[in-house]
């Protein structure tokens, strides 16, 4: 009864291919995030989305496209992987809404390694 | 969002309480201040969040000047399992301020 889970763990595979990671939580939460860690370890934000609507997305090159087919899950596809793509990537949830105090729970992290 | 400063690292010895600052000198009224922590290889876990009152759950205390420009967390017995890398972030109301935005953060080791 993990609250937000990430499929699959360890992704490896080669420049130039296409994959997806996948989020979901049964929070009951609204909003959904996608944070990229790097090998420095700086945590940053992607997109986010509410009630499957895009409202962040961060100068992310346009190969990362997000999709969401309903508010419990949020799903990360990249196309033309590079070798700067290999990082931690980790989704999260939240209630969302315009509250100061709204806490994001995340997910345990994919780890992408590019060949 | 207001950026902060924390320290690189911290030590503490197990069982004594940890006491982890931040700097946020450009707050604003309207920003909270979160603690979330990261435990290796593992995802950011919420800690505490705090506006202008002391707040304390059952993970930790948050002690915020009557200023608004600095805190500390407070893990008041400290065990193994705490050795994380802690951020403090300073978030708004609504808008983009749904992201946190991470800095550095502060690795706090817990000696036996």
């Known amino acids: 009864d993990t609250a937000v889970s990430q499929t699959p763990k360890y992704l490896v595979t080669q420049m130039g291919n296409d994959k997806s990671i996948k989020c979901e939580q049964n929070?009951?939460?609204?909003?959904m995030y996608w944070y990229k860690q790097d090998s420095k370890k700086f945590l940053k934000i992607m997109f986010s989305?509410?009630?499957?609507?895009?409202?962040i997305n961060e100068t992310v090159p346009n190969r990362f496209s997000p999709k969401s087919p309903d508010k419990a899950h949020l799903n990360l596809h990249i196309n033309s992987l590079e070798l700067g793509d290999s990082a931690v990537y980790f989704c999260?949830?939240?209630?969302?809404?315009?509250?100061?105090?709204?806490?994001?729970?995340f997910g345990p992290g994919t780890r992408l390694t590019v060949l | 969002d207001a950026k902060t400063t924390q320290p690189p690292s911290m030590d503490c010895a197990e069982g004594r309480a940890a006491n982890l600052p931040c700097n946020h000198s450009?707050?604003?009224?309207?920003?909270?201040v979160y603690w979330y922590r990261q435990i290796h290889s593992q995802g950011p876990q919420y800690i505490i969040h705090?506006?202008?009152n002391n707040e304390t759950n059952e993970m930790a205390s948050l002690i915020i000047t009557e200023d608004r420009k600095s805190s500390t967390l407070i893990l008041p017995h400290a065990t193994l399992r705490d050795t994380a890398v802690y951020y403090c972030?300073?978030?708004?109301?609504?808008?983009?301020?749904?992201?946190?935005?991470f800095g550095k953060g502060t690795l706090l080791t817990v000696n036996p």
């Open positions: 450009t707050i604003s009224g309207n920003e909270y």
């Open positions: 705090g506006l202008k």
């Open positions: 989305y509410n009630n499957k609507e895009l409202i």
């Open positions: 972030i300073v978030r708004g109301i609504g808008g983009s301020n749904y992201k946190l935005t």
């Open positions: 929070l009951g939460h609204d909003t």
């Open positions: 999260a949830s939240s209630l969302g809404g315009s509250r100061g105090t709204d806490t994001q729970y």
